[in-house]
T-cell receptor, first 118, second 111 residues
Framework: GAGVSQSPRYKVAKRGQDVALRCDPI?????LFWYQQALGQGPEFLTY????????KSGLPSDRFFAERPEGSVSTLKIQRTQQEDSAVYLC????????????????FGAGSRLTVL | LAKTTQPISMDSYEGQEVNITCSHN???????ITWYQQFPSQGPRFIIQ???TKVTNEVASLFIPADRKSSTLSLPRVSLSDTAVYYC????????????FGSGTRLLVRP
């Protein structure tokens, strides 16, 4: 598609429920990132994929967070046993380049998935 | 990675030029300076990047002095639609790179 598509746009979950957030990056983009953005804050890095390989997951806040990109295109961020502090907007971004390419810092972001945990 | 410091907020009026300065005293040789813009309910959008001197595109100009310890994003003749949060990032172009966003500068353009 023309841009990065994320679904659902809004998700309300009860504390303890599992949620799955989907990201459709731009076709052919090598790099895919997940970020978490709390209200009034800048996006915080969660994890990075180069094609299907998860090369950096240093930003995942706990083992309740899991991300995958099995075929190097669509990615899913899963949060198990959601807590209230998980409430945030989850942003997905993709880039044509890998991390060493000259355009590596030109990311295209989706509109995000807003998660509210009650 | 070099820490960045930028104003929390700025106000301007339509038609004015806006300059947002970002400090990055510990920038390293292989670091690039990148700016993103974010509107409410949208993801950040890439504006401009540079390494040194001046870069200009259809949206903005980026001025980087010789010591590279700061950079200035210049928005010519702003309009109401330029009201957004602007993020300055220092990105290290190596295998460990990931874009680290700070809190950004909230620009409010008034009529």
């Amino acid at each position: 598609g023309a841009g990065v598509s994320q679904s659902p746009r809004y998700k309300v979950a009860k504390r303890g429920q599992d949620v799955a957030l989907r990201c459709d990056p731009i076709s052919g983009h090598v790099s895919l990132f997940w970020y978490q953005q709390a209200l009034g804050q800048g996006p915080e890095f969660l994890t990075y994929f180069q094609n299907e390989a998860q090369l950096d997951k240093s930003g995942l806040p706990s083992d309740r967070f899991f991300a995958e990109r099995p075929e190097g295109s669509v990615s899913t961020l899963k949060i198990q046993r959601t807590q209230q502090e998980d409430s945030a907007v989850y942003l997905c971004a993709s880039s044509l380049e890998d991390r060493t390419g000259p355009g590596a810092n030109v990311l295209t972001f989706g509109a995000g998935s807003r998660l509210t945990v009650l | 990675l070099a820490k960045t410091t930028q104003p929390i907020s700025m106000d301007s009026y339509e038609g004015q030029e806006v300059n947002i300065t970002c400090s990055h005293n510990n920038i390293a040789t292989n670091d690039y300076i990148t700016w993103y813009q974010q509107f409410p309910s949208q993801g950040p959008r890439f504006i401009i990047q540079g390494y040194k001197t001046k870069v200009t595109n259809e949206v903005a100009s980026l001025f980087i002095p010789a010591d590279r310890k700061s950079s200035t994003l210049s928005l010519p003749r702003v309009s109401l639609s330029d009201t957004a949060v602007y993020y300055c990032l220092v990105v290290r172009m190596d295998s460990s790179y990931k874009l680290i966003f700070g809190s950004g500068t909230r620009l409010l353009v008034r009529p």
